[in-house]
């Protein structure tokens, strides 16, 4: 068998039994509100902050 090949017949028919009760219900917490946030940092400083972060990737 090459890289990345498999047996098809293992593929087939995979009955696996799950237990639900331990999952996370996604739904449960959603929230149809708003959000903000009050901040002293003037925004030309924030875009200065950005734009020293977006340096730092590109080296």
């Given at each position: 068998m ?8 293992e ?8 237990d639900d009760?331990?999952s996370?219900a ?11 946030f ?12 950005l ?9």
């Open positions: 090459g890289f990345g090949s498999y047996d098809e017949s593929q087939q028919d995979q009955d696996v039994e799950t009760s331990d996370v996604v739904h449960e917490t959603d929230h149809d509100g708003e959000m903000s009050e901040s002293d940092t003037d925004t030309d400083d924030l875009i200065d902050r734009a020293e972060m977006k340096d730092d990737e590109d080296a």
